[in-house]
């Protein structure tokens, strides 16, 4: 079946970053022994933590 996950699978996210970029994520990666996807995950999880501490839900605000 095209266009759905089998089931019990993540879906597939993709995007298409500059060739540089790709190429210097795939040499660091590499010479970590990590594959691709899981650095990318890790740097989203970072950045979604970030964002969070920067823009904390209304409720956590002092004050509210």
Same mark, same amino acid.
């Given at each position: ?6 089931? /019990? $699978?993540?879906?597939? &996210?993709?995007? %298409?970053?500059?060739?540089? =970029? %790709? !190429? !210097? =994520?795939?040499? =660091?990666?590499?010479?970590?022994? %990590? /594959? %691709? +996807?899981? &650095? =990318?995950? !890790?740097?989203?999880?970072?950045? &979604?933590? $970030? $964002?969070?501490? !920067?823009? *904390?839900?209304? +409720? +956590? $605000? *002092? /004050?509210?």
């Amino acid at each position: 079946m095209v266009g759905r996950p089998a089931t /019990g $699978k993540t879906p597939v &996210v993709s995007f %298409r970053p500059p060739v540089a =970029l %790709r !190429e !210097e =994520l795939d040499a =660091l990666a590499e010479a970590e022994g %990590r /594959g %691709r +996807s899981d &650095v =990318l995950i !890790e740097a989203v999880h970072d950045w &979604v933590r $970030k $964002k969070r501490r !920067e823009h *904390p839900p209304e +409720s +956590s $605000k *002092p /004050g509210a």
